[in-house]
């Protein structure tokens, strides 16, 4: 348990610390952005592999029985997670965590302006249902937690650094997802969206129909139904 709980810290630490703006920015001008991405993606894969090794280390308690429907659940949460995740990180969005924060935010804000956080959160609790024990509750759920975490973080920041524009552009969408089309909001679509779309769907094929999954991770989640 104490390796984990220092892998999760470290993992925690790595992944709010840099997230500072004045930090991240002082990093960057002392060794240039290309060596700061570099190494921190190098760093996070590291921490994410430690995090992981040391869940798998703990003792097995279950917590509750598996039935089919938690799998059933699990293939609709997990799923559209990775999708929002991806949509998250392509798109434009100023108003929350992606690749690209300048210019209109882009048609996955629509669903909910914090796709990156609650795509994280969602895949980290279809992970909960599917597994049922205390480890994977730990772990996925801490993971989850710390997603949703982020997102008055990621309110303050975008309000202070938006002014004026961040009502007119938060109009458009909700934390919440999908609570926006039930106020009138239209949804729609872009490439980024169908971009997501097609490599979700091309991922889930190759860790569900491929054994993608099984060889990554040691478990067939499809063997579930039998």
Not at 3 to 29: C, G, K
Request: net charge positive; glycine share 8%.
């Amino acid at each position: 348990m104490i390796q984990f709980v220092s892998a999760f810290a470290v993992f925690l630490m790595l992944h709010s610390i840099p997230a500072i703006p004045n930090i991240r920015m002082r990093i960057i001008r002392s060794i240039g952005k290309p060596t700061y991405i570099l190494t921190y993606s190098v760093v996070s894969l590291a921490a994410l592999v430690w995090l992981f090794s040391a869940a798998l280390a703990l003792d097995y308690v279950p917590l509750w029985e598996l039935r089919p429907w938690h799998a059933a659940v699990t293939f609709m949460l997990a799923p559209a997670g990775c999708f929002l995740v991806l949509a998250g990180l392509m798109s434009t969005n100023p108003l929350s965590i992606s690749i690209r924060s300048a210019g209109p935010a882009g048609a996955v804000s629509r669903i909910t302006r914090h796709p990156v956080q609650w795509g994280f959160a969602l895949w980290a609790l279809g992970h909960v249902i599917i597994n049922g024990d205390l480890r994977s509750l730990l772990l996925f759920g801490g993971l989850g937690l710390f997603a949703l975490a982020g997102i008055p973080m990621a309110e303050r920041r975008a309000r202070k650094r938006l002014g004026d524009r961040w009502a007119i552009d938060a109009a458009q969408t909700s934390v919440w997802p999908l609570a926006a089309f039930v106020s009138g909001v239209r949804p729609r679509s872009d490439k980024a969206l169908a971009a997501a779309a097609v490599i979700t769907i091309a991922l889930v094929a190759w860790l569900l129909l491929a054994g993608g999954h099984a060889v990554l991770f040691g478990a067939d989640p499809i063997s579930v139904f039998g």
